[in-house]
């Protein structure tokens, strides 16, 4: 079946550093949506791309989906205490089911 | 503006039981959808609904049963639990039926002793 893999499965930066987080998809995606969630919350929806090469950004976050729609990533510049949490990656299958990333969960150290 | 509400926030059940789980969607949005969020893991498509209808459904057994009301709000079911059932519980609601950005609720933490 369809799978959506992020590497790492865990960073660990200083405060100020940057982070990325890759996605990897085994099929094309017609879009990709990328959530956050806290230690003990819930996910909250960050942003949707849905163009090939997309590139979005969001204060310090930047978002970009592969020319081919099969892979996306976060970068975050210059981290923050409260950037902590896992990202999660999330594509629509070939049913149209929303299947996440297995996430990458991020510790920022001040 | 209330947001996605689910209830109860905790539920410890023993195996064998059945259990009831319920969510109220974010005002405005007629598609409700279940995710299991085992710890550590990203959450996994149970079901969703529109129309008061089962529109998709993951790789989950058929103990796994839910509904959904007129008003949009909807119940997750589960009967005959096991050990592996617990995990989070998450309600997510969305604008139209398919993978629309989901909108989701605290979740409820289910535990099977």
């Known amino acids: 079946g369809q799978q959506v893999m992020q590497i790492p499965q865990y960073q660990h930066v200083q405060e100020g550093e940057d982070f990325t987080t890759y996605c990897n998809s085994s099929?094309?995606?017609?879009?990709i949506q990328w959530y956050k969630q806290r230690p003990g919350g819930h996910p909250v929806f960050l942003i949707q791309?849905?163009?090939?090469?997309e590139v979005k950004k969001q204060k310090r976050l930047t978002f970009q989906f592969g020319e081919a729609k099969k892979n996306s990533s976060l970068h975050i510049t210059a981290t923050q205490t409260t950037d902590v949490g896992t990202y999660f990656c999330?594509?629509?299958?070939?049913?149209?089911?929303?299947?996440f990333g297995t996430g990458t969960l991020l510790a920022v150290q001040p | 503006d209330a947001g996605v509400t689910q209830s109860p926030t905790h539920l410890i059940k023993t195996r064998g039981q059945q259990v009831t789980l319920r969510c109220s969607p974010k005002?405005?949005?007629?598609?409700v959808s279940w995710y299991q969020q085992a710890l550590g893991q990203g959450p996994q498509f149970i079901f969703q609904?529109?129309?008061?209808?089962?529109?998709q459904r993951g790789n989950f057994p058929d103990r796994f049963s839910g509904h959904q009301f007129p008003n949009y709000s909807s119940e997750l079911n589960v009967n005959a639990l096991l050990l592996g059932d617990s995990a989070l519980y998450l309600c997510?609601?969305?604008?139209?039926?398919?993978?629309?950005?989901?909108?989701f609720g605290d979740g409820t933490r289910l535990s099977i002793l």
């Open positions: 609904y529109y129309e008061e209808e089962e529109r």
């Open positions: 791309l849905v163009k090939s090469g």
């Open positions: 099929t094309t995606l017609s879009n």
């Open positions: 005002s405005g949005h007629d598609t």
């Open positions: 999330a594509g629509p299958g070939h049913t149209n089911k929303l299947i």
């Open positions: 997510a609601s969305s604008l139209n039926r398919g993978s629309q950005p989901q909108h």
